[in-house]
T-cell receptor, first 114, second 115 residues
Framework: KAGVTQTPRYLIKTRGQQVTLSCSPI?????VSWYQQTPGQGLQFLFE???????NKGNFPGRFSGRQFSNSRSEMNVSTLELGDSALYLCASMIAGGGTGELFFGEGSRLTVL | AQSVAQPEDQVNVAEGNPLTVKCTYSVSGNPYLFWYVQYPNRGLQFLLK??????LVKGSYGFEAEFNKSQTSFHLKKPSALVSDSALYFCAVRGSSGGSYIPTFGRGTSLIVHP
């Protein structure tokens, strides 16, 4: 069974640009959540999607957005990039809408903003 | 609100010695507790979880964790550390009733196992 796939793995952008990151969950997993990981702030929750609906949202500005498609694949977008957006962005999927299930993480997309 | 504290940023242990990575939590109701491991430039990998039942939970790679309700702790342990165990370890918690399905993560503890 294929794991969570995130693309691209590495990318470099300049301030003011926008970026779109993609996440394909494990087959059958309907919940997809996104996290930002930085050395200073640790692992911070961005948002979670379930059945194409945003179900939970973290404390990030509106420049950070996401969506989920009918096949459960998800994308997140960051507009007007700032230097502080440089981070590892992790996607995680979960088998169902809740329950006791653990999260399955992708390898991450490392974004560098210059 | 739910929260997790990992009081040690870094834990150093010699290979072959037992290791403990500490975690305490706060959550309404009964907790669901998780440990994840992250190797450099990789995503997080699930190690083990406590949902209910036996307070000692066994997981991957010889790791185990002990749930202590009175101390609201869920410490990760391994009887004999390996150099390959060196990684970043995250504890996470979520409540078992109502609320968000999203766990709250600790800030992580860097485990360094010396040869």
């Amino acid at each position: 069974k294929a794991g969570v796939t995130q693309t691209p793995r590495y990318l470099i952008k300049t301030r003011g640009q926008q970026v779109t990151l993609s996440c394909s969950p494990i087959s059958g997993h309907r919940s997809v959540s996104w996290y930002q990981q930085t050395p200073g702030q640790g692992l911070q929750f961005l948002f979670e999607y379930f059945s194409e609906t945003q179900r939970n949202k973290g404390n990030f500005p509106g420049r950070f957005s996401g969506r989920q498609f009918s096949n459960s694949r998800s994308e997140m977008n960051v507009s007007t990039l700032e230097l502080g957006d440089s981070a590892l962005y992790l996607c995680a999927s979960m088998i169902a809408g809740g329950g006791t299930g653990e999260l399955f993480f992708g390898e991450g997309s490392r974004l560098t903003v210059l | 609100a739910q929260s997790v504290a990992q009081p040690e940023d870094q834990v150093n242990v010699a290979e072959g010695n037992p290791l403990t990575v500490k975690c305490t939590y706060s959550v309404s109701g009964n907790p669901y507790l998780f440990w994840y491991v992250q190797y450099p430039n990789r995503g997080l990998q699930f190690l083990l979880k406590y949902i209910t039942g036996d307070n000692l939970v066994k997981g991957s790679y010889g790791f185990e964790a002990e749930f202590n309700k009175s101390q609201t702790s869920f410490h990760l342990k391994k009887p004999s550390a390996l150099v390959s165990d060196s990684a970043l370890y995250f504890c996470a918690v979520r409540g078992s009733s109502g609320g968000s399905y999203i766990p709250t993560f600790g800030r992580g503890t860097s485990l360094i196992v010396h040869p």
